[in-house]
């Protein structure tokens, strides 16, 4: 069977495809930011605002531990949230492009 070739350069200036590469650039660069500043408010709230982080919550838990256990959660949040916005818009986008160049 014989591979087919397509003309990737004119797959990269159709207009599907430059909306979909920038959906999803911007989407990713936003969630990024986010995912960034959210990681090392740990270790830069640990060291600047030790007190806060000692602050006693339940028991021996302190607001640190929990902190960092909320970037488990934040993260399986951010993944669910990704996956629903792929299956319903960079899914569709993707469907039209192949549909239009096939």
């Not at 060291?47 to 021996?60: N, Q, S």
């Not at 934040?74 to 949230?81: C, E, K, P, R």
Request: aromatic share 22%; glycine share 6%; proline share 3%.
């Amino acid at each position: 069977m014989a591979e087919r070739q397509y003309d990737w350069s004119a797959i990269a200036k159709n207009p599907k495809f430059i909306e979909l590469h920038h959906k999803k650039s911007a989407f990713l660069f936003g969630w990024w930011i986010f995912s960034c500043v959210y990681y090392f408010l740990l270790p830069i709230g640990a060291a600047y605002a030790p007190g806060l982080f000692r602050i006693k919550i339940i028991g021996v838990i302190n607001f640190g531990y929990l902190f960092a256990l909320s970037q488990f959660f934040v993260s399986w949040g951010l993944a669910h949230y990704y996956a629903h916005v792929a299956n319903k818009d960079f899914d569709r986008l993707t469907r039209e492009l192949v549909e239009e160049i096939q």
